[in-house]
């Protein structure tokens, strides 16, 4: 594999890569060792706005909005294709500008990617509307039309899924997008977005304008001609678009946001040695800058000891490196201002009480890069920080139960509802457990999300509006019309 890529640093607008209107560009940092990677263009209001006709023009003119299915389809799967041929260049992207781990980029990033644009499209002529069962003197349809233009808002952490999460469903039922990169993470987005015309997808159907949060993506969230905004983010940022919504035009608002996911592992678990490495793997994953990160490991209190030191034992496997060394597990933080705040929650831990089992400090200081030690507290309580706070680190806290009703009460003392997992070789606890627990996915025995056919999103704060993933995604995107056709 080549360790050099060229990037691309314009805005998508209409078809064409374009400089920023005002001439402004921002710098992209490779959080591996501060360095700046890229320059790239700042859209300003005009470029928005240019954007926003443009996604509009295409909607409204067609011919993608008024295409067959099985036509768009075609174009979609081209566009899944074309991906798949530059995999290894948007992996590299990926790693320098996300410091995510190459191995993850190319093993679990760009397949689900791709895999994402192809479900989709592969879905969308096998849907059928409704006819209700009203009075036979009515006809009466209902049917799913596209809502226009969405714009996407997007995080650094899976900068090109989520960005695929958002693409598949809007432009599998017809709708044109603006797409948002987070600031830090541009780069793939814009290569996507080249890319895109490339496969045939037609010009205006996907923009990309890039910026920061509080200019660019306020812009996109009052813009009075965006019908819907899909956005992925913290929480505090999603309250933000229901805000500009209520304020402007009422646009859909659909977020995913935050999460501060139980792993519950019950005194009959037969195989302990399975939690630990799900344990680990769902806490440090992707540095544990994961939004369904099982955070707060709930274990009962005759078991705790034996699962630790598993733990431990195989938290020796999560190599802390480069992130374009193929041996890497863990890369750096996203950035400066990211590191503080993981270091702030140790440094709260600590005052905390909670005992520092192993990490807690930055590492590869030398580096120029924000690296973070792997991090275990022991006896968190529930009243402590890192029990309720998303930290969005490697940084797992542990708080034992007595029986399997506080652990299902511990877990939902929590303002976030995404996701959990519960370990028990007792189908019953399992199911009860997965009933009782408030969050959009439990997973039983393991960690996991489940899959591109089933919906991912969150009760409580962790998301408000709809699921991504699965056919559910697709609803999100669509309005319901009611044709009522008198037939007396
Ligand atoms: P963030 O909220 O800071 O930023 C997300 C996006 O919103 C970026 O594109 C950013 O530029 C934009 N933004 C920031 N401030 C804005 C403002 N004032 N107005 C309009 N737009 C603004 O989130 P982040 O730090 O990039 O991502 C981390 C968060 O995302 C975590 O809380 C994580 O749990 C969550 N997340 C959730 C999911 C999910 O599917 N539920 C997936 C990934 C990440």
């Given at each position: 594999?080549?360790?050099?890529?060229?990037f691309s640093t314009?805005l998508i607008?209409?078809?064409?890569?374009?400089?920023?209107?005002?001439?402004k560009t921002f710098?992209t940092?490779?959080?591996?060792?501060g360095?700046v990677?890229a320059?790239?263009?700042?859209?300003?209001?005009e470029d928005?706005n240019?954007?926003?006709s443009?996604a509009?023009?295409?909607f409204e003119?067609?011919p993608?909005?008024?295409?067959?299915p099985?036509?768009?389809?075609?174009?979609l799967?081209?566009?899944?294709?074309?991906i798949?041929a530059h995999?290894e260049e948007?992996?590299m992207m990926e790693a320098?500008?996300?410091?995510k781990?190459?191995?993850?980029c190319l093993?679990?990033d760009?397949p689900?990617t791709?895999?994402?644009?192809r479900?989709?499209?592969?879905a969308i002529?096998?849907?059928?509307d409704?006819?209700?069962?009203?009075?036979?003197?009515?006809?009466?349809?209902i049917v799913?039309?596209p809502?226009g233009v969405?714009?996407?808002?997007l995080?650094?952490?899976f900068?090109?899924?989520?960005?695929a999460?958002k693409l598949?469903?809007i432009?599998?039922?017809?709708?044109?997008v603006v797409?948002?990169?987070?600031?830090?993470t541009?780069?793939s987005?814009i290569?996507?977005?080249?890319?895109?015309?490339?496969?045939?997808?037609p010009d205006?159907?996907?923009?990309?304008v890039c910026?920061f949060?509080e200019t660019?993506?306020k812009?996109?969230g009052?813009?009075?001609d965006?019908?819907c905004?899909?956005f992925?983010?913290s929480?505090?940022t999603?309250r933000?678009f229901l805000r500009?919504?209520a304020?402007?035009?009422l646009?859909r608002v659909?977020?995913e946001?935050?999460?501060?996911?139980?792993?519950?592992v019950?005194?009959?678990?037969d195989?302990l040695?399975?939690a630990?490495?799900h344990?680990t793997?769902?806490?440090?994953?992707n540095?544990?800058?994961?939004?369904?990160?099982?955070?707060?490991l709930?274990?009962?209190?005759?078991?705790k000891d034996?699962?630790?030191?598993l733990?431990v034992?195989?938290?020796?496997?999560?190599v802390?490196?480069?992130?374009?060394?193929?041996?890497?597990k863990?890369?750096?933080m996203?950035?400066q201002?990211?590191?503080?705040?993981?270091?702030?929650?140790?440094d709260?831990a600590?005052q905390?009480k909670n005992?520092l089992?192993?990490g807690g400090?930055r590492?590869r200081?030398?580096?120029g890069?924000f690296?973070?030690?792997?991090?275990i507290?022991d006896d968190v309580k529930?009243?402590?920080t890192i029990?309720?706070?998303?930290?969005?680190g490697?940084?797992?806290?542990i708080?034992?139960f007595?029986?399997?009703?506080?652990?299902?009460a511990?877990?939902n003392?929590?303002k976030?509802?995404l996701a959990?997992?519960?370990?028990t070789?007792?189908?019953?606890?399992?199911?009860v457990?997965a009933r009782?627990?408030?969050?959009?996915?439990?997973?039983?025995?393991c960690?996991?999300?489940?899959?591109?056919?089933?919906?991912?999103g969150g009760y409580?704060?962790?998301?408000?509006g709809g699921?991504?993933?699965?056919l559910a995604a697709?609803?999100q995107?669509?309005e319901l019309?009611t044709?009522?056709?008198?037939l007396?």
């Amino acid at each position: 594999m080549s360790k050099t890529v060229d990037f691309s640093t314009q805005l998508i607008i209409g078809g064409r890569p374009l400089p920023g209107s005002e001439g402004k560009t921002f710098e992209t940092i490779n959080p591996a060792n501060g360095k700046v990677l890229a320059s790239i263009a700042e859209a300003s209001g005009e470029d928005v706005n240019k954007a926003v006709s443009a996604a509009r023009k295409a909607f409204e003119e067609g011919p993608w909005s008024k295409m067959a299915p099985s036509e768009r389809k075609k174009v979609l799967l081209r566009f899944a294709t074309v991906i798949e041929a530059h995999a290894e260049e948007l992996a590299m992207m990926e790693a320098m500008e996300a410091g995510k781990p190459i191995t993850d980029c190319l093993e679990i990033d760009m397949p689900e990617t791709i895999n994402t644009i192809r479900w989709h499209a592969e879905a969308i002529d096998k849907l059928y509307d409704q006819i209700s069962p009203s009075d036979p003197s009515v006809l009466s349809m209902i049917v799913r039309e596209p809502m226009g233009v969405v714009a996407a808002i997007l995080p650094w952490n899976f900068p090109a899924m989520m960005a695929a999460w958002k693409l598949g469903p809007i432009l599998a039922t017809g709708n044109t997008v603006v797409l948002k990169p987070a600031e830090q993470t541009s780069l793939s987005t814009i290569r996507i977005g080249e890319l895109a015309v490339e496969a045939g997808i037609p010009d205006g159907v996907i923009n990309v304008v890039c910026g920061f949060g509080e200019t660019v993506g306020k812009m996109l969230g009052e813009h009075l001609d965006v019908d819907c905004v899909a956005f992925t983010g913290s929480t505090e940022t999603g309250r933000m678009f229901l805000r500009y919504s209520a304020d402007t035009n009422l646009k859909r608002v659909l977020l995913e946001c935050g999460g501060k996911n139980p792993f519950i592992v019950m005194e009959d678990t037969d195989d302990l040695d399975t939690a630990a490495d799900h344990a680990t793997n769902s806490i440090f994953w992707n540095m544990g800058e994961n939004c369904s990160s099982n955070s707060r490991l709930l274990v009962h209190q005759s078991i705790k000891d034996q699962l630790l030191e598993l733990i431990v034992e195989k938290s020796k496997e999560w190599v802390v490196g480069d992130p374009l060394d193929a041996a890497t597990k863990i890369g750096p933080m996203i950035e400066q201002a990211h590191l503080d705040k993981v270091m702030g929650f140790i440094d709260q831990a600590n005052q905390d009480k909670n005992k520092l089992v192993i990490g807690g400090k930055r590492t590869r200081e030398d580096s120029g890069g924000f690296f973070v030690q792997p991090t275990i507290f022991d006896d968190v309580k529930p009243d402590n920080t890192i029990f309720s706070e998303e930290v969005f680190g490697p940084v797992l806290g542990i708080t034992t139960f007595k029986n399997s009703e506080e652990a299902i009460a511990l877990a939902n003392q929590n303002k976030y509802g995404l996701a959990a997992s519960v370990f028990t070789s007792s189908n019953k606890t399992a199911h009860v457990a997965a009933r009782k627990i408030k969050a959009g996915t439990v997973a039983v025995n393991c960690y996991g999300e489940g899959d591109i056919t089933t919906p991912f999103g969150g009760y409580k704060l962790s998301g408000f509006g709809g699921r991504d993933k699965s056919l559910a995604a697709h609803d999100q995107y669509c309005e319901l019309k009611t044709i009522w056709i008198d037939l007396k």
